[in-house]
């Protein structure tokens, strides 16, 4: 079977990010991916650990001359993010991903591709099946759940890791070397729905769409639009402007990912579809305007639906449904004083989903500061509590605090330097690392993050530079090389 990446370099690195994307591994769905990582290290000889978590820790002595050096943690989780484009038949549970070069760029046909994280697991095990590679004793560690929730970062046992210097390769800039990230948590926001019938009017599918989405830690100061945010404004205005009822509102697919679409399911008198037609003009013009640098591809569509819809909101819950899409926290909140351009506190209304009896509203907030990472979830709080619905907090994980005085900072930047002929970046960032959760369970740890150039994370563009890969390869080695 011929396969893909077989012309790229580093030959191994892409040999092996080429096995990870025939695994489904979503998020939950980790299983395969785990075992095949269990069955790489017993292939290889190498000592692995696979817990009740799935996550796998892969143990690989030093090489001559490395016997007696600091052990290195690589680590990355294995789950990725599944997107795809609208109306495109992929099965993230069974397909395997249908990756393709485009010049400097690998990407996947018409979904996310998976560089999110998996590039980690790649670099990780081209380093632990080569014979020609010097370094001191590896520890290559590989969670679950990273995605969602970091559940495998927080169920890992510390007993089950030795080294104390970690390389955690889940960054998306070469050139930059992440010292700090943001803490996060999750909230879901339940309200009950009242229904009632639906009489004598016309049914018709009202998508918000067009839109770039990204990821809500990454790209949440890029200015783009929320589905989710925009479909509240425009029923809002319908709702004081017509007859309005609805059956539905969904819009998203993570939590931690700004959302390109929202459908919401409405019904109108037959001689309002001219009004509704009207404002669907009127405000794609006015969200056009709004996003003409962000996300000028915008738009709003009507598509007339045939089958009967038998029961709709009660105008109570439309209204409550509404007002909350309009006053949930979303984007950016406040801003670093002291890192000039640095997010501070963010939260995204990334996913909304019409269930049976209820509507659920969930965000993703993030906050280098964890007060006003409480302070965000309160305000959601308040608008649950003003609306009769319900919130629930889940997923929190705390802050990586930035460490004064690191000898494995040391080496990066030495290490960067000499190959480059200029500093690295030092940097602290928005989107949170599973660095964070380390720092709790292991207070010795010295950790650093980096990582090769990626783009349009979590969204179906995703695509990740060739070149850069192969320069953060050959810039891993040297660092590895240097730690005796």
């Known amino acids: 079977m011929s396969r893909v990446l077989d012309n790229l370099n580093p030959k191994e690195v892409f040999f092996y990010f080429e096995e990870l994307s025939k695994i489904p591994r979503g998020s939950g769905d980790e299983k395969r991916v785990s075992d095949y990582l269990v069955s790489f290290a017993k292939e290889n000889n190498l000592e692995v650990i696979q817990d009740e978590t799935l996550n796998v820790i892969i143990k690989k002595p030093g090489t001559k001359g490395y016997e007696n050096a600091p052990t290195v943690v690589i680590q990355g989780h294995m789950d990725m993010v599944c997107a795809k484009e609208p109306g495109l038949e992929h099965d993230f549970t069974k397909d395997p991903l249908k990756i393709k070069v485009e010049g400097d760029f690998v990407r996947a046909e018409g979904t996310t591709l998976g560089a999110d994280d998996g590039i980690a697991v790649a670099y990780g095990l081209a380093v632990l099946a080569a014979s020609d590679i010097p370094h001191p004793p590896i ?215 019409t269930l049976d009896n209820s509507i659920e509203f969930v965000s993703a907030t993030r906050s280098s500061v964890d007060s006003l990472k409480e302070e965000i979830h309160l305000r959601a709080a308040a608008i649950a509590k003003a609306y009769g619905a319900e919130i629930e907090t889940f997923a929190p994980y705390p802050a990586w605090q930035y460490r004064a005085d690191s000898k494995l900072r040391e080496v990066c930047v030495e290490a960067y330097e000499e190959m480059y002929g200029e500093k690295p970046e030092i940097a602290a960032i928005h989107a949170g690392l599973e660095c964070g959760l380390f720092s709790g369970k292991f207070h010795d740890m010295d950790m650093i993050s980096f990582g090769p150039n990626m783009y349009d994370v979590h969204t179906p563009q995703e695509h990740i530079s060739i070149s850069s890969t192969e320069r953060v390869w050959k810039y891993l080695l040297e660092v590895l090389k240097r730690i005796k």
């Open 139 to 353: 520890e290559l560690l590989v969670t679950t759940d990273e995605e969602t929730g970091m559940g495998g970062a927080q169920g890992l046992d510390p007993a089950n890791v030795n080294g104390r210097l970690l390389l955690n390769i889940d960054s998306e800039e070469e050139g930059k070397l992440l010292v700090s990230c943001a803490g996060g948590l999750r909230d879901k926001i339940t309200l009950p729905v009242v229904f009632q019938n639906a009489e004598g009017l016309k049914a018709v599918e009202v998508k918000v769409h067009g839109l770039k989405g990204g990821h809500s830690g990454m790209e949440i100061n890029k200015g783009r639009g929320n589905a989710n945010k925009l479909m509240g404004r425009f029923l809002n205005e319908l709702m004081n402007s017509m007859d309005l009822r609805v059956a539905a509102i969904n819009g998203g697919e993570k939590d931690n990912a700004i959302p390109r679409q929202n459908t919401a399911v409405v019904l109108v008198k037959e001689e309002e579809m001219a009004i509704l037609q009207q404002k669907v003009n009127e405000f794609t013009e006015t969200f056009k305007k709004e996003l003409e640098t962000a996300d000028k591809d915008v738009i709003i569509s009507l598509n007339p639906l045939n089958e009967k819809i038998e029961k709709v909101f009660s105008k109570d819950t439309l209204e409550k449904a509404i007002n909350i899409l309009i006053l949930i926290p979303n984007s950016v909140q406040t801003m670093s004083m002291a890192i000039e351009g640095l997010v501070e506190s963010s939260s995204n209304i990334g996913v909304v989903n």
